[in-house]
């Protein structure tokens, strides 16, 4: 592509991203309920969510697998709701639904015409309101559950690479385990500690009513009183403290996958949460670095060398820490080692020289126009949100700051960034092999 119209590309990506606001409104209700409403009349659709702050960090060592177990057991019905209904309720009236847990929360949602906001509101305070939470449920549950780990770890080539990952960065915080969690710890709970983590964590004072789309803000006040304003409160959560012990020296370790035949070489560096402006440095460092064809490690790894098939890296944000994770698989008979290194020098290329302006404007529309994707579509609005406000210190306006945020990061900063956490005595290296 001619130099001119790249730069015309870039610029355009810019003015684009100047323009994009979300208006809301937002309350609380006597309850403690936190409300964002998003009018949005361009299609008529509404998106009806709830992020409850709690996930897999919230568990005890001993009973993991708690968080997003109950992501699957509140779909089992309530007092109103027969078991098995909930999701035909939802289809059968034109809408679509899920929920996701990560270590910090929990997000479900439905999607429906407009004209069926009221099913969304009574689905979610009947989720709040009076669960049914019984031994057949939590059997059903248990099954799905495992089932789920089957296919998506424990048979998924490379599936449980993240855990091993996390298990040896953290050693005292509850990121040490992933939220999938322990099928034996779940086995192991009793019907009395799945309803007292209920009781718990799934409350109006522990949760973020979002909704977003086709609507009227006045009548929808009015349809939230009316659903949410009996639900009981809830006790306040303490939130978790846990501080990580530095790490002094490059910890090296093996781990086996029997679903592989292709080896893979990872490192991790601890680094701040994602509500830390570092945390946006180390993103657009992952960028500079593996996003896209022309990144530095798969131009010269993948393209150039030809030494690996994949190669990337990432800063995974989460709540308290984060985790910048680099990865690569070889090509033929190349060795792990040789990836390491080469990986290893551009990380410090990152850290003794300055990226070019060009790259910089390149990473920074990359990052915006991410954005502004996800912010096209009314469910990533309501989660976007949500995200704000729970996580940026109540602070929902964040929604509209965080792309001045990324505008005020410099070239200096990402090599700060890499300078202070990407140094080889801060890290782990594992060696992913295949099990023989």
């Known amino acids: 592509m001619p130099k001119n119209k790249l730069l015309f590309l870039l610029m355009f990506g810019a003015v684009s991203a100047n323009a994009q606001k979300v208006a809301f409104t937002e309350y609380d209700l006597k309850n403690g309920l936190h409300v964002i409403l998003h009018q949005d009349k361009t299609a008529p659709v509404v998106a009806v969510s ?21 992501e699957h057991l509140l ?120 309803i007292a983590f209920n009781k718990k964590y799934y409350t109006p004072k522990n949760s973020t009513l979002v909704i977003a789309g086709d609507l009227d803000i006045e009548k929808t006040k009015g349809l939230v009183e ?107 008979n190349f060795t792990l080692d040789v990836l390491l290194k080469d990986m290893d020098e551009e990380i410090t290329k990152l850290q003794n020289e300055l990226i070019s302006e060009l790259e910089f404007t390149k990473i920074r529309n990359q990052y915006e126009n991410d954005f502004i994707g996800k912010n096209d579509k009314m469910l990533g609005v309501a989660e976007n949100l949500a995200d704000s406000y729970t996580f940026h210190n109540k602070n929902t306006k964040y929604i509209n700051e965080e792309l001045e945020e990324v505008r005020k990061v410099t070239r200096e900063d990402i090599q700060n960034v890499a300078k202070k956490y990407l140094n080889k005595n801060q890290r782990i290296v594992v060696y992913y092999l295949p099990k023989k």
């Open 50 to 70: 709830v992020m409850y702050h709690v996930g897999s960090k919230n568990e005890t060592p001993d009973r993991t697998g708690f968080a997003h177990f109950f």
């Open 226 to 332: 009316s659903y949410f304003a009996e639900v009981p409160s809830g006790e306040t959560i303490e939130k978790v403290n846990i501080q990580e012990d530095p790490i002094t020296k490059e910890l090296v370790d093996t781990a086996y996958d029997n679903n592989i035949q292709i080896p893979a070489i990872m490192t991790a560096y601890r680094t701040p949460g994602e509500t830390s402006k570092e945390s946006i440095a180390l993103e657009l460092a992952s960028s500079v670095l593996s996003q896209g064809a022309s990144s530095r490690m798969y131009k010269k790894m993948v393209d150039d060398k030809k030494n690996a098939m994949q190669v990337g890296c990432f800063n995974y944000a989460l709540e308290d820490y984060g985790a910048y994770i680099t990865y690569a698989l070889p090509n033929g």
């Open 75 to 194: 779909f089992e019905g309530s007092d109103n709701i027969k078991r098995g209904e909930f999701m035909k309720i939802v289809s059968s009236n034109g809408g679509q639904n899920n929920a996701n847990t990560t270590q910090d929360r929990t997000f479900y949602y439905e999607l429906f015409p407009s004209n069926q906001l009221e099913t969304g509101l009574w689905l979610e305070s009947e989720r709040m309101l009076h669960p049914v939470i019984n031994e057949i449920g939590v059997k059903t549950q248990n099954e799905v559950v495992k089932e789920e780990k089957r296919m998506r770890v424990d048979n998924q080539p490379y599936g449980n690479f993240l855990g091993e990952v996390m298990k040896r960065l953290f050693t005292k915080h509850p990121y040490h385990w992933v939220p999938i969690g322990s099928m034996e710890h779940l086995d192991a709970a009793t019907l009395g500690e799945f």
